[in-house]
């Protein structure tokens, strides 16, 4: 295993501002390093540094601009339904919460299109969209309208209403057996990219702020992308993605 030593007089460059506290007694040590390439931010577009912002007590409303939404993170769960404490490893991290305060919306072409969704409404987000906001005691996020999935009028995800380009798939269950019938172990079963479309979204906006209608229907059985997407379990123990059209590859009949 390599290890790599890196200190502060050692990184330069742009897009390093996040590294600027770095002391010159911390050590990273990593499993593989790719050479750095020099000026080219690009090689590092998959580091990601997050931490929340802390907003001072002193400031009572926060009001995003633009195509901005704040949103409420949901509570991390701390005990499985019956009743058993959950360890900090064992708690999922939320990806979803309820809309506080929305921004005037954007332009497309010469038009203003408001909103989407509005205060009050209970959303799921991209898993890493937005930047995280300790405010009014609670955790919130600040994130652009297309980094939320969809609105989620109950507890069950089969109900989700997608945003936007985004599709709701009930995934496939994988295959039981192989071609010559012997029986595979659970992890022997390949995860299906196949699925029935559940739920679409509006469509995207074209520059006179019209929606356009997308290419696949709510029944459809779809080919798509392996890695794309979010995963979510349903209620009755089903799986189920969201992800862009763009991602469908094919309609399966």
């Known amino acids: 295993?390599?290890?790599?030593?890196?200190?502060?007089?050692?990184?330069?460059?742009?897009?390093?501002?996040?590294?600027?506290?770095?002391r010159s007694t911390c050590i990273v040590k990593a499993v593989s390093f790719a050479p750095l390439k020099h000026n080219n931010s690009r090689s590092f577009s998959r580091l990601?540094?997050?931490?929340?912002?802390?907003?001072?007590?002193?400031?009572?409303t926060l009001k995003p601009l633009g195509d901005r939404v704040l949103v409420k993170i949901?509570?991390?769960e701390e005990k499985t339904v019956g009743g058993i404490l959950l360890p900090v490893t064992a708690q999922s991290k939320p990806n979803g919460g309820e809309v506080v305060a929305v921004g005037e919306g954007h332009s497309a072409g010469k038009i203003k299109v408001d909103i989407s969704v509005?205060?009050?409404?209970?959303?799921?987000?991209?898993?890493?969209?937005?930047?995280?906001?300790e405010f009014d005691g609670s955790?919130?996020?600040?994130?652009?309208?297309?980094?939320?999935v969809g609105i989620l009028e109950t507890d069950d995800v089969k109900d989700l209403q997608p945003l936007n380009d985004r599709v709701l798939i009930k995934v496939a269950e994988a295959e039981e057996k192989t071609a010559g019938g012997l029986l595979l172990t659970e992890a022997a079963k390949e995860k299906p990219s196949i699925g029935t479309i559940i739920a679409v979204g509006p469509g995207p906006l074209d520059e006179e702020g019209n929606r356009k209608p997308l290419s696949v229907s709510p029944g459809n059985t779809v080919l798509y992308s392996k890695y794309a997407g979010s995963e979510f379990k349903g209620a009755d123990g089903s799986d189920y993605i969201t992800l862009r059209v763009s991602d469908v590859m094919a309609v399966l009949s």
């Open 139 to 148: 955790k919130h996020l600040i994130l652009k309208e297309d980094d939320i």
């Open 118 to 133: 509005k205060t009050g409404a209970q959303v799921i987000y991209s898993k890493y969209a937005g930047t995280e906001v």
């Open 48 to 60: 990601v540094v997050k931490a929340a912002t802390t907003v001072a007590p002193k400031y009572t």
């Open 1 to 22: 295993m390599a290890t790599t030593q890196l200190t502060a007089s050692s990184i330069s460059g742009n897009g390093f501002a996040s590294f600027e506290g770095l």
């Open 74 to 76: 949901k509570t991390v």
